[in-house]
T-cell receptor
């Protein structure tokens, strides 16, 4: 089945540690995105990538890093520099064309204590 | 800066009634507007898209309208069912992203709909 896999579903880390969230897709979509969702807030864009080896900062990129070495994969690293890392992280993909919708994974809930 | 507002955080209606959710935006009109459904602990799922030159779009029990004069989109669910209970998000694409394959979508905070029997 085609889809987007985010793993793990739940992740716990101690403050000061870096953590990497996985996102894999087999939809053959060119564009991939990382969003963050906090209670009572809309989705906020962290990073996005249109092609392999290229990515751009979104609205809240500070404290995060990404890589796009393969079309299928777009991992997100939450670094210790991120002030409030506890959140629900969503990965999404999109095919070519300005009207195409986003396809989301089922998210990773990160808790940092 | 652009701002998106969804009318209320929560909407409770009785089964069989029509649910109407509102999405308002500021400044200039987006190229198009999308509606998504999100269930607890899951990623959003795309429902409908309406372009700036379209007034209305329908899909089964769903209807979306787009009024660029009022800067508003309405999302209707007719004959609502308890299974329609979820959070509904509107998302807009603006300006320089119009012709872009990438197209950055901006999301509202969502409206949590509860349909009770």
């Amino acid at each position: 089945d085609g889809g987007i896999t985010q793993s793990p579903k739940y992740l716990f880390r101690k403050e000061g540690q870096n953590v990497t969230l996985s996102c894999e897709q087999n939809l053959n979509h060119d564009a991939m995105y990382w969003y963050r969702q906090d209670p009572g807030q809309g989705l906020r864009l962290i990073y996005y990538s249109q092609i392999v080896n290229d990515f751009q900062k979104g609205d809240i990129a500070e404290g995060y890093s990404v890589s796009r070495e393969k079309k299928e994969s777009f991992p997100l690293t939450v670094t210790s520099a991120q002030k409030n890392p506890t959140a629900f992280y969503l990965c999404a993909t999109r095919r070519q064309g300005p009207n195409s919708p986003l396809h989301f994974g089922n998210g990773t809930r990160l808790t940092v204590t | 800066s652009q701002k998106i507002e969804q009318n209320s955080e929560a909407l409770n209606i009785q089964e069989g009634k029509t649910a109407t959710l509102t999405c308002n935006y500021t400044n200039y009109s987006p190229a198009y507007l999308q509606w998504y459904r999100q269930d607890p602990g899951r990623g959003p799922v795309f429902l409908l898209l309406i372009r700036e030159n379209e007034k209305e779009k329908r899909k089964e029990r769903l209807k979306v309208t787009f009024d660029t004069t009022l800067k508003q989109s309405l999302f209707h669910i007719t004959a609502s069912q308890p299974a329609d209970s979820a959070t509904y998000l509107c998302a807009l694409l603006w300006g320089t992203d119009r012709g872009s394959t990438l197209g950055r979508l901006y999301f509202g905070r969502g409206t949590q709909l509860t349909v009770w029997p």
